[in-house]
């Protein structure tokens, strides 16, 4: 079992940043993949944000990221990080952290654990 808390999420103006944190713990956590994705409100689909191994490696971000959001993670604190900069009204929505074994890093459902996830509302 693996546990995700995320934090950060609150309200910034457009341009601005903010940055998440996702804290894992449970047994052998760090054998997972991170995720970070986000979903609108009234969409089931949960879309793909950023990813990376605790390795530090195979880093991807979505297009509509790209640029302006950063995953990095600190393995000392167990933690994941999203830096997100030059925000837009367009990401105000509830981001997630997630953890895979395998699968595909754009494919939510090929993600075993889910934190609650945190609001970013990003006002114009």
């Known amino acids: 079992q693996v546990q995700l808390v995320e934090s950060g999420g609150g309200l910034v103006q457009a341009g601005g940043s903010l940055r998440l944190s996702c804290a894992a713990s449970g047994r052998a956590f760090s054998s997972y993949a991170m995720g970070w994705f986000r979903q609108a409100p009234g969409k089931e689909e949960r879309e793909f944000v950023a990813h990376i191994r605790w390795s530090g490696f195979n880093t991807y971000y979505a297009d509509s990221v790209k640029g302006r959001f950063t995953i990095s993670r600190n393995s000392a604190k167990n933690t994941v990080y999203l830096q997100m900069n030059s925000l837009k009204p367009e990401d105000t929505v509830v981001y997630y952290c997630?953890?895979?074994?395998?699968?595909?890093?754009?494919?939510?459902?090929?993600?075993?654990?889910w934190g609650r996830g945190t609001q970013v509302t990003v006002s114009s």
């Open positions: 997630a953890a895979r074994l395998r699968g595909s890093y754009y494919s939510s459902q090929d993600y075993n654990y």
